[in-house]
């Protein structure tokens, strides 16, 4: 299976969320448990674009997404340079 590398920049707060996710992994899978960094990966595995259109809406607005989301390949989509930069406080995440 081919990857693409891309860096992202997290936030120093949003990467603890997943260290301390990882611990709590720990906990129940012993040495079974994967990494900050396979934990981060397994975010991004097996997802629709829907599922993901559908977790978003439902974060940023006061109520969950209603209506079916679809996604549209025949539309040319916004690129990256839009995204807010953060702080100097972002790590870089390389997902492969």
């Known amino acids: 299976?081919?990857?693409t590398v891309i860096k992202i920049p997290v936030h120093r707060s949003?990467?603890?969320i997943f260290v301390?996710?990882?611990r709590l992994v720990r906990i129940e899978c012993g040495a079974k448990a994967p990494n900050t960094l396979a934990l981060i990966q397994f975010q991004f595995a097996h997802r629709t674009p829907e599922g993901i259109a559908k977790d978003y809406l439902d974060c940023?607005?006061?109520f969950p997404a209603r209506r079916r989301v679809r996604v549209s390949t025949s539309r040319?989509?916004?690129s990256a340079s839009h995204v807010a930069k953060r702080?100097?406080?972002d790590r870089h995440v390389s997902l492969d």
Do not use: V
Request: hydrophobic letters at 20%; charged letters at 50%.
């Open 87 to 89: 702080d100097r406080t």
């Open 14 to 16: 949003d990467y603890r």
């Open 76 to 78: 040319k989509t916004r």
């Open 20 to 22: 301390l996710a990882t």
């Open 60 to 62: 940023i607005r006061d």
């Open 1 to 3: 299976m081919k990857s």
